[in-house]
């Protein structure tokens, strides 16, 4: 069974940074992608960066591009999100997903097979 956990959320002023990880497990991965989407209070969820296991190209959603960065660890099946210059509007529950056995990494959640259970982001003015 897939299982994936994220943490390293918090609390941080406009301007800070964050570190998001996000533990895999369940099954090789090898050719599927992981993704990070965010929902604010009130939105729908969001796209914000996505990449392949595998080291294709990450792709990001424009507003957070220059700001945040996409990684995996294969050895210990983790994949992060390392978020700089944080800004208030990016206060949301941040979630991974996996994508199972697709061909390119995807920017919709419907498209996800897997989520974790999230993790609270609040960045403060």
């Known amino acids: 069974q897939v299982q994936l956990v994220e943490s390293g959320g918090g609390l941080v002023q406009a301007g800070g940074s964050l570190r998001l990880s996000c533990a895999a497990s369940?099954?090789?991965?090898?050719?599927?992608?992981m993704g990070w989407f965010r929902q604010a209070p009130g939105k729908e969820r969001e796209f914000v960066a996505a990449m392949g296991w595998s080291g294709t190209r990450s792709t990001y959603e424009d507003s957070v591009k220059g700001r945040f960065t996409i990684s995996r660890d294969n050895a210990k099946n983790t994949v992060y999100l390392q978020m700089n210059s944080l800004k208030t509007e990016d206060t949301a529950v941040y979630y991974c997903?996996?994508?199972?056995?697709?061909?390119?990494?995807?920017?919709?959640?419907?498209?996800?097979?897997?989520w974790g259970q999230g993790t609270q982001v609040v960045v403060s003015s």
């Open positions: 369940g099954r090789a991965f090898n050719s599927d992608y």
């Open positions: 997903a996996a994508e199972i056995n697709k061909v390119a990494a995807s920017t919709n959640p419907s498209e996800y097979d897997y």
